[in-house]
């Protein structure tokens, strides 16, 4: 027992040691990932195999260039992810685009941070498709006027597998080693559109909060009007800025029910970084979710409240949230929306057309007087 505690040991403080110098300690693998850490200094891995070269920093352009060789050189990759972590100040965030072997660029997004709202440290994942780099090329990552705001960038290769999806709401093409799903909103470089609004599928309302980017900072109270025999409830967001150790806790109609579970992640998942106290923090929007037992639940105007609870020693980062909304189940569906109906008689012979509404403006139906004299006549 002596020696096995000995050797976790040795393990933990030679993966520690590699990450301290940026490099992994079973890089150059076709199936590794490449690591550029930006800030405070620029540390890289290993070159992955798939690589066509090193990558360059170029501070002047405000560019970053990795090179990617063509999938048919290695197999086993059939596209590629990358995750960029960064300052979101509310300016649009870094561009990304794909240079291909002839030097056509294709723009794949045109900025992968937010407009307005500067919510701090953001990660953003873009999916490079097969279609793309089959022949290789170069990812081209810029930030420009605002270069030191990028943290770092990490290349994943992905396989290709086939997926049934039930249903056609989701459009899921991408799934992480922690089995998060992706969807294409998500990863296609265009920056998320909220999902605002009410809507109903059979017995189910998902009812919208907050769609937009709002900051937690001590409480925030949503009512929620309900109409209708309820079974359940389950409150879901996206948060960001959360440190790892922090909780979201929730009460409805005064009562508290429980913190906000968020979804897992991977600890080397390349959008945890450490914060500037030394404590390990996630870049991004994190999912999460909490179930409200029907109890709790009432006729009329419910109350949620979400309370930041912080942890011991944490920076006190800004969390916000956004998408936030309630999955209502209903005991029956509401009745479908039927037009009043029209009676008309059966004989259409008995229908007098004299009591219908003339479709003409009032002036083309004004009766001819007996004595005028067609213009034609007078001349």
Known sequence: MHFRSTALLLLACLVLSGAAHGVGMFGGGTFDSFLLSLQP????????????????????????????????????????ALTVVFQDDGDGGPAVEWRDAEGELTVLSHGLGGIGTAVGLNSRTVLVP????????????????????????AVAPLREDTVAVAGLKRSPVMIDADLRVFEDREVNGSRPIPLGGDLWNGNIIEAELAAETEQL?????????????????MLRLEALGL???????????????????????????????????????????RTGSLFLPVDNLRQGDNSVVLTLERSAGETGRDVFLRN???????????????????????????????LIDPLLPDEFLA?????????VAEQ
């Open 243 to 285: 440190d790892p150790a922090a909780k979201i806790q929730v009460a409805v109609n005064g009562v508290a029910i429980g913190s906000v579970n968020m979804a897992g992640f991977q600890l080397d998942d390349p959008s945890l970084v450490m914060d500037w106290n030394g404590s390990l923090i996630y870049a991004g929007w």
């Open 324 to 354: 936030a909304g309630l999955h209502i189940r209903f005991t029956h569906a509401p009745a479908p929306f039927e037009p009043p109906a029209q009676e008309f008689p059966a004989n259409p012979a008995e229908i007098d057309f004299n």
């Open 130 to 153: 097969k279609s793309l780099a089959s022949e290789g090329g170069s990812l081209l990552v810029s930030y420009y006027g605002n270069f030191d705001a990028l943290i770092s960038l």
């Open 367 to 375: 009766d001819p007087s007996p004595t005028a004299t067609p213009d």
């Open 217 to 233: 900072e001590d409480a925030l109270e949503f009512v929620v009007p309900v109409e209708g025999d309820m079974e359940g409830a």
């Open 41 to 80: 200094g620029i540390t890289r891995s290993v070159s992955p195999a798939w690589m066509a070269g090193e990558a360059v920093v170029d501070a002047e352009t405000q560019t970053v260039d990795i090179p990617v060789g063509p999938l048919w050189l290695h197999s086993g990759p059939e596209a590629y």
